[in-house]
């Protein structure tokens, strides 16, 4: 047998489907049919002809009954306690019309109240009343026989097999409903994933070229400034575009390269975290702003995605301090590695900005990531003047 390729599920083959089951209406029609049939053979052979000598009105009566009474068959699938009912009629006014031998339909009543009756309280009852009625013509109005235990017996077993074979079938339904759920569920969380990666590379797209292009936009401008007055410090300014560029251009291609994996790639570089902030702020340093950086506790010791969402937090805050507060702004920056909590605080002393993140995806993005780690996020105006951005991330949940 060939072998399934990597990651394919063989696809689950369907039972197959018989003539009955596929024709439902044809099969009850020809079951009528071979009942009445049946039930006029059995009837003939009797020692002089029975019912079927049609002598007098009552035998044409005896032989219409049973007829209806088989009919009834067409319907025992929809109406089985019903069927049940008009069979078990049938045969009682056939009993006392006449000496024949029954009506064969009551066999398949008696399948059909077992397997279709969803009352099993009136499914018992019928098949009850019909043992009951075979019981006493053989059991009390005759000599008792191992014919009539057969046939009290028969009604049990026939009863008993639809309603075993009607639990299997509601069994089979709720497996088939539970897989239907499942496969569902399946690819609810398929497409809960597809929009949380979607969430997640929105992020680090923003991240990486909303900062970038801000140091390159204040560069270009310094640049464009002094270009007459001093043009080795617009070579210079127009160089850190250039690094700035090439850098932003680098992350991208990283970024991108987990979207479309190729084989026989060069290993991708590791994500940024804290130890990378000094070289980012020395970045920002050189645009204009003053930033200060303060570290304390085993920073080194982060979980990498905790270092990564550090280091996305503050580079988003100096980039909106870089596009907001201005290239005179003073920034303070500080991580606390504390017991059980990751703390960041980013305070400035320029003007603007915006609370909500309604300017933006920044802020927005930033209480998106951290809310997904577990931790809380303010942004707003500080006291004092300035803008303020306070992050924390718990370690416990971070390190499972």
Request: charge should be negative; aromatic fraction near 6%; charged fraction near 20%.
């Amino acid at each position: 047998m060939a072998e399934l390729s990597a990651g394919t599920a063989p696809v689950p083959q369907r039972p197959a489907v018989g003539p009955f089951a596929r024709w439902p209406q044809l099969t009850d029609l020809l079951i009528a049919l071979l009942s009445f049939v049946l039930t006029l053979t059995l009837w003939s052979r009797g020692p002089d002809g029975g019912a079927l000598k049609l002598d007098s009105f009552a035998d044409v009566g005896i032989v219409l009954t049973a007829f209806v009474g088989n009919l009834a068959l067409l319907w025992r699938r929809s109406h089985p306690l019903q069927v049940h009912a008009v069979v078990l009629g049938a045969l009682v006014l056939v009993y006392f019309g006449s000496p024949s031998d029954g009506v064969v339909a009551l066999s398949f009543s008696l399948y059909s109240l077992g397997r279709y009756e969803a009352d099993f309280r009136a499914s018992l009852v019928g098949m009850l009343f019909a043992f009951a009625f075979v019981a006493t013509d053989h059991f009390v109005l005759n000599t008792p026989s191992a014919g009539g235990t057969m046939a009290s017996g028969m009604i049990v077993a026939l009863w008993y097999t639809g309603r075993r074979l009607r639990f299997r079938g509601e069994y089979l339904r709720l497996l088939e409903e539970r897989a239907d759920h499942l496969e569902r569920e399946r690819l609810v969380e398929a497409e809960r994933a597809v929009a949380a990666e979607r969430a997640r590379i929105a992020r680090e797209m923003h991240d990486i070229v909303a900062h970038q292009l801000s140091v390159m936009t204040v560069q270009a401008g310094a640049a464009k400034t002094v270009s007459r007055a001093d043009p080795e410090a617009a070579r210079e300014a127009m160089a850190s575009v250039e690094k700035a560029g090439r850098q932003a251009v680098a992350e991208m291609r990283e970024l991108l390269g987990v979207l479309r994996p190729v084989e026989g790639a060069r290993e991708l570089a590791p994500q940024p975290g804290v130890g990378d902030l000094p070289a980012l702020i020395g970045e920002v340093r050189d645009v204009g702003p003053t930033v200060h950086l303060d570290l304390e506790g085993p920073v080194a010791d982060l979980p990498p995605h905790l270092g990564l969402a550090v280091y996305r937090i503050v580079q988003e805050s100096l980039t909106n301090v870089i596009r907001h507060a201005g290239v005179e702004a003073q920034v303070e920056v500080r991580v606390d590695v504390l017991r059980d909590e990751v703390a960041v605080r980013i305070d400035d002393n320029g003007t603007g900005g915006s609370t909500d993140g309604s300017g933006g995806h920044g802020i927005i993005g930033m209480r998106e990531r951290i809310e997904l780690l577990g931790g809380s996020f303010s942004a707003g105006p500080c006291e004092e003047g300035g803008f303020g951005v306070r992050a924390t991330l718990p370690l416990e949940r971070g390190s499972n």
